[in-house]
């Protein structure tokens, strides 16, 4: 089984979940922390996946960064429907309830941030890919500098 395949599933996988969290209803605060902690380092795993490529520690494959990206693009749709009301901690500040448009912008550049990544992966050209793939990483280290709270 290849890359590709296993991208593929779990591609199926959150694309089956997407509208389930979108209604997403936790019976306790700990499960939205468990859902949005887990959703998180899902994405984490697949942009760290890329990171040798992109350092050139090993070589370019044009079929796996898009899978990577592709499992990115469902995934990082997730989490934000477990930040609701009462589902404070897990690590967050409470600057995300004082502050909804500010978090709900640092969600829109994620967002943003990945469909740069996703046309520079579809073009092919390395150049962009890596500077798109610099820009994701900023946008998670803002929203990270703004509303989590440093370990």
Sequence with gaps: MNNKFFASIAVLVAS?????AAQAQFAKAEDAVKYRQSAFQLMGSHFGRMQPVMKGQIPYDKAAIAANIAVLNEISKLPWAAF?????????????????????????????????????????????????YGQVGASCKACHDAFRKKD
């Design 16 to 20: 089956l979940c997407l509208p389930f």
């Design 84 to 132: 609701g009301a009462g589902t404070e901690g897990g690590g967050t500040k409470v600057e995300i309830w004082l502050d909804p448009e500010d978090f709900k912008k640092a969600q829109d550049k994620l967002a943003i941030s990945l469909k740069a990544l996703t046309a520079a992966s579809d073009a092919g050209n390395f150049d962009n890919l890596r500077v798109a």
